[in-house]
């Protein structure tokens, strides 16, 4: 199974992906971030990009990847990444639904001042990404037009990250069957 944490930046992906790794048996992260990273480190350069998810190869990539991590481990992996443009959650869904693979996707979701608070105290961006900045009104539009529809929401503005990853392990455990029946959604003509 995947477990796919999506959100924006500063609503506690990354931390909560290592307690919910730690909740879930025989259970993995996978960075996506790291196949982009990868992408972003061939020579010459791939063209311009303001994101690594708008370069083609990203997408089925990760679906590669997490298939065949899949394939050798077996168990659960917990992957941590933003994917806010619905047409690439479709593609990214539709390659991990052939190959059979249940995903249970949660948004972590946290108000906009709660955002803004989290990314001014990052001590790992910085204060007060530009990148993550950024990407707090596509959040805001993903989440009203598609996101939250399609993802099992957990507000985090009240949480912290052990009570969140707490939050998606009891979901998992409590909609277990379902979420081993349930393939990813397949992509919407």
Do not use: C
């Not at 990404?129 to 707090?136: A, G, M, N, T």
């Amino acid at each position: 199974m995947i477990v796919w944490l999506n959100g924006t930046h500063g609503a506690g992906k990354t931390t909560t992906s290592l307690l919910v790794q730690q909740l879930i048996p025989d259970s993995r992260v996978f960075d996506a971030e790291k196949v982009g990273e990868t992408l972003m480190d061939i020579t010459p350069g791939l063209p311009a990009t303001d994101n690594f998810q708008h370069w083609p190869p990203w997408r089925p990539l990760v679906v590669e990847t997490a298939r065949r991590v899949l394939d050798y481990t077996g168990g659960t992996l917990v992957v941590p990444m933003t994917v806010l443009v619905e047409r690439y959650w479709r593609e990214i869904g539709a390659g991990i639904a052939q190959y059979g693979i249940p995903v249970r996707h949660f948004v972590l979701h946290a108000d906009q001042e709660t955002l803004r608070r989290r990314i001014a105290g990052d001590t790992v961006l910085g204060p007060n990404s530009p990148f993550r900045l950024r990407h707090l009104e596509p959040y805001a539009e993903a989440a009203r037009t598609w996101l939250h529809a399609e993802a099992e929401v957990v507000d985090t503005t009240q949480l912290t990250p052990a009570r969140t990853a707490r939050r998606i392990a009891e979901a998992l455990d409590t909609g277990k069957n379902e979420a081993h029946a349930r393939p990813a959604p397949p992509p919407h003509g």
